[in-house]
Structure formats: structure tokens, C-alpha cells
T-cell receptor, first 114, second 114 residues
Framework: GENVEQHPSTLSVQEGDSAVIKCTYS??????FPWYKQELGKRPQLIID?????GEKKDQRIAVTLNKTAKHFSLHITETQPEDSAVYFC?????????????FGTGTRLTVIP | EAQVTQNPRYLITVTGKKLTVTCSQN?????MSWYRQDPGLGLRQIYY???????DKGDVPEGYKVSRKEKRNFPLILESPSPNQTSLYFC?????????????FGPGTRLTVL
């Protein structure tokens, strides 16, 4: 099955700096890569996703890049703010297989220092 | 309001006492899934369902059962809970329509098995 690895496990940045979280996946058939943000005590919520026919996607301060050849994808957060502090999870899925099974990385705890 | 609900939110029980965690969604989603979240392990899929009466095992199904008798409900059953099932459980749902893959998570159920 799919194996998703995520690094780093913890990340501290100064407010205003950028943060980058990286993930690799093993199954070349995976074609959907969402990122979830989980605040303390809350449910995971989708913040951005990318499909394999696109190399980069941006939404305001958040961007995701995908390298299908190397099987890795990354989350970039620019101009970080204290409210960006949370645990971030990457995931991979094959969305054309009749199901929508997400395989998650182990998470990155991001701390933005004011 | 479109949402996924779970009950109970918190549960403390003893080894061997059967329990059910309910999950319901009001978005007419075909796909529903259960995950458990443990520190350092991310979210791991327990069971999933692609439609009524269609269920299948995820990565960590041992000790769990599910049913999908109605489209909106997907209960998780622990017939004989054990301490290693102490965890945070999330139910999620999504459409299976092309291009509409976001999984929506419930608020979580924190289970402690003594």
C-alpha cells in the first residue's frame, strides 16, 4: 500500500518568516495530495490540495508544489502568523479508484513565534 | 449547515465492554471512513464505505466493526475493547464525484479503555 513520509516532525519559525513542510509518497498511482491543518483539540481541516496534473497551486499565503517524478510534494507558508501554529498533515490518495482512501503522513507541529 | 457529527465526544470504558461510536453526515456523501489518531503515527484508516452496504478494511481494522445500513450513518463498533484501542477517533465523509474529493471530518471521539 501507499506509504507517506513527512518531515520535519516539528518546526519553529519567527512570525513573518516562511515555513516549508515536505512529504514523499511511494505509490506512483497516487494522484491527489491534500494538506490538512489541525489546531489543538480540533478536527483536521483541508487547507489546500493538488492533483497530479498540476505542478503547483497557490492560495494566498499557502502554496503546494508537486514533483511526480521524484514522488514528493511540499507545503509552503509565507509571511507566517501566530494563527498558523498547528499540526499539519499531508496525505496521498488515488481518487479514480472508486474510493477516496487517504494515506496520511505523521504530521508536522508548526510553531510561529511572535 | 453541512457537517459530520460524532457521538460521544469523550468516552471512558473498561476492557471488554462493547461500545458503539456513531457518525452521521448530512451532505449526501457516498464515501465515509473511520480513522484513529495516535501521537507520532498520524491518522490511520480503520474502515471505509463507498456506499450503503459496501464496507471494506483500511490499514488497521483489527478489533473494529462497521456497518452502513443508511447513507448518512456509519457507526464504529468495538465488540471487546482493549487498552490498545485507546485513541482519538475521527469519522470523515466525502463525495465520490469527479473533482469533488475533499474529506470532511467529524469533531473526534476521545476513547479511553481501562
Amino acid at each position: 500500500g501507499e506509504n507517506v513520509e513527512q518531515h520535519p516532525s516539528t518546526l519553529s519559525v519567527q512570525e513573518g518568516d516562511s515555513a516549508v513542510i515536505k512529504c514523499t509518497y511511494s505509490d506512483s498511482a497516487s494522484n491527489y495530495f491534500p494538506w490538512y491543518k489541525q489546531e489543538l483539540g480540533k478536527r483536521p481541516q483541508l487547507i489546500i490540495d493538488i492533483r497530479s496534473n498540476v505542478g503547483e497551486k497557490k492560495d494566498q499565503r499557502i502554496a503546494v508544489t508537486l514533483n511526480k517524478t521524484a514522488k514528493h510534494f511540499s507545503l509552503h507558508i509565507t509571511e507566517t502568523q501566530p494563527e498558523d501554529s498547528a499540526v499539519y498533515f499531508c496525505a496521498a490518495s488515488i481518487i479514480d479508484a472508486g474510493a477516496n482512501n487517504l494515506f496520511f503522513g505523521t504530521g508536522t507541529r508548526l510553531t510561529v513565534i511572535p | 449547515e453541512a457537517q459530520v457529527t460524532q457521538n460521544p465526544r469523550y468516552l471512558i470504558t473498561v476492557t471488554g465492554k462493547k461500545l458503539t461510536v456513531t457518525c452521521s453526515q448530512n451532505m449526501n456523501h457516498e464515501y465515509m471512513s473511520w480513522y484513529r489518531q495516535d501521537p507520532g503515527l498520524g491518522l490511520r484508516q480503520i474502515y471505509y464505505s463507498m456506499n450503503v452496504e459496501v464496507t471494506d478494511k483500511g490499514d488497521v481494522p483489527e478489533g473494529y466493526k462497521v456497518s452502513r445500513k443508511e447513507k448518512r450513518n456509519f457507526p464504529l463498533i468495538l465488540e471487546s475493547p482493549s487498552p490498545n484501542q485507546t485513541s482519538l477517533y475521527f469519522c470523515a465523509s466525502s463525495s465520490l464525484a469527479a473533482g469533488d474529493n475533499e474529506q470532511f471530518f467529524g469533531p473526534g471521539t476521545r476513547l479511553t479503555v481501562l
